[in-house]
């Protein structure tokens, strides 16, 4: 009889998709795990390149430049079940007599509270990172979520639940920089913003890429860098390399 190594044996084992969810864009402080009772059937992840055309010469058409990198996205259908399709009947005892055994409603209770809500010490939903093998290892942010109820019992409370949810990639700005392995120059600036002015144009010119709008964003605390308003200063702050 062959023996099995630990890898062999865990590959045995179903890993289930897990959400974690943080106090701080670190990802150290007031850590939660929520683990998905179904793995998804499928996962979409989007990716999108901004580009704009150069408007002083709409004559030729390949004036097509690269602004920036938009933030990736993931989105995915979670099925909750009340019906205890997915456990035997002693480990439902079992569960039933600890107190953990929990129903729809408790389930959907919780992941609107450790991943969804905002949360009352930051003012923000949480940071979460997405954990399933090798297809998801994802830092981001819930953008949105659907329930939609499937089926009740006689007293109408749910017995089964969908949740199509959405999710934007949420790296801190020290990681995004990293992925993208820029060389950076040491310079300090401050610019006034004039009308049209965008905040990845203006990187570009003052650190020879667009790719810096996060960290520029980061370090004067803007919370829309898509919309500057004109007269506003802007802090660039300078990059070690």
């Known amino acids: 009889m062959s023996n099995f190594n630990k890898k062999e044996i865990k590959s045995f084992k179903l890993q289930k998709l897990k959400i974690f969810s943080f106090d701080n864009e670190e990802r150290t402080d007031g850590k939660n795990e ?3 009772m179904f793995n998804p059937e499928s996962v979409r992840r989007s990716f999108v390149n901004k580009f704009t055309n150069d408007a002083s010469n709409p004559q030729n058409k390949s004036s ?3 602004m920036y990198s938009g ?3 993931v989105s995915m259908k979670l099925v909750f079940d009340g019906t205890h399709v997915d456990q035997y009947g002693a480990e439902i005892a079992f569960r039933r007599l600890r107190g953990t055994q929990k129903n729809v409603t408790a389930r959907i209770d919780d992941f609107l509270t450790n991943i969804a809500k905002i949360k009352g010490k930051i003012h923000e939903p949480r940071h979460l990172v997405l954990s399933w093998g090798e297809t998801l290892k994802f830092n981001c942010r819930l953008t949105s979520l659907d329930i939609n109820y499937t089926l009740f019992n006689r007293s109408g ?3 089964r ?4 949810v959405s999710f934007i990639g949420d790296n801190a700005t020290k990681e995004q920089l ?3 392995d820029l060389q950076s120059p040491d310079l300090t600036h401050y610019r ?3 009308a049209g002015d965008q905040l990845p144009l203006m990187c570009q010119e003052i650190y020879g890429s667009p790719f810096y709008y996060p960290l520029v964003a980061s370090a004067n605390r803007l919370t829309d860098f898509r919309n500057l308003i004109p007269g506003q200063e ?3 702050p300078p990059i070690e390399k």
């Open 234 to 236: 802007i802090y660039f």
């Open 34 to 36: 929520f683990e998905v």
């Open 71 to 73: 933030s990736s996205t």
């Open 64 to 66: 097509t430049k690269f």
């Open 192 to 194: 006034m913003v004039k």
């Open 157 to 159: 409370d749910p017995l």
């Open 178 to 180: 990293a992925e993208l």
């Open 161 to 164: 639940a969908e949740l199509n």
